[in-house]
């Protein structure tokens, strides 16, 4: 079972800020198969990044992700208050299929 | 829009079971893998289980093999989580999710609001 490491636990930033959110695999994973989500409270999970580093659809330009192997990085270039939030990374490219235990983005 | 809503969540004693369902609509429900995600009280994402589309492959945690049994019904577009031997770490928010492809394992580009089981005595 490949491990996701979120860091850090907890982020906090001001509206403008950059963010820059880190998922690291205990294995490779395979393909760059790597998603990103957001979750507010209350709320599902709301896919934000697929494949490292491919933007679902409606998802603003301000989320970027990269990275591949072990090492990944979700940024969002200009925070807006609507981004602060949790986000979780998942990998699926291979069974089974496991989360991060998350990183919170809080408004300092 | 794809639509996904769960049911069947509620208040059940160790020991119990539980279905729960999800109503899919708007989307070709048998050209899509299902899945099963899972939310503990103030914890994170687990997956639970999934299923592809034409319903001839499962897959599960570990922390659930055994114990649920995942299945759908395409004439009906509804997946259903069948979940026995409740223990009360299976008390979470359940999601139903779609996956982008027929494939497994895939990523999740749908998500239902989710249903509440809570196994306590």
């Known amino acids: 079972e490949i491990v996701l490491t979120q860091s850090p636990g907890t982020l906090p930033l001001s509206p403008g800020e950059r963010a820059t959110l880190s998922c690291r695999a205990s294995?490779?994973?395979?393909?760059?198969?790597l998603a990103w989500y957001q979750q507010k409270p209350g709320q599902a999970p709301r896919l934000l990044i697929y494949?490292?580093?491919s933007r679902a659809t409606g998802i603003p330009d301000r989320f970027s992700g990269s990275g591949s192997g072990t090492d990944f990085t979700l940024t969002i270039s200009r925070l807006e208050p609507e981004d602060f939030a949790v986000y979780y990374c998942?990998?699926?490219?291979?069974?089974?299929?496991?989360f991060g235990q998350g990183t919170r983005l809080e408004i300092k | 829009e794809v639509q996904l809503l769960e049911s069947g969540g509620g208040l059940v004693q160790p020991g119990g079971s539980l279905r729960l369902s999800c109503a899919a609509s708007r989307f070709t429900f048998s050209s899509y893998a299902m899945t099963w995600v899972r939310q503990a009280p103030g914890k994170g994402l687990e997956w639970v289980s999934g299923i592809s589309g034409g319903g001839g492959s499962s897959y599960y945690a570990d922390s659930v093999k055994g114990r649920f049994t995942i299945s759908r019904d395409n004439s009906k577009n509804t997946l259903f989580l069948q979940m026995n031997s409740l223990r009360a770490e299976d008390t979470a928010v359940y999601y139903c999710?779609?996956?982008?492809?027929?494939?497994?394992?895939?990523?999740?580009?749908?998500w239902g609001q989710g249903t509440l089981v809570t196994v306590s005595s």
């Open positions: 999710a779609k996956q982008a492809n027929w494939g497994w394992p895939d990523y999740f580009d749908n």
């Open positions: 998942q990998q699926y490219g291979s069974s089974p299929i496991t």
């Open positions: 494949g490292a580093s």
């Open positions: 294995q490779s994973v395979s393909s760059s198969y």
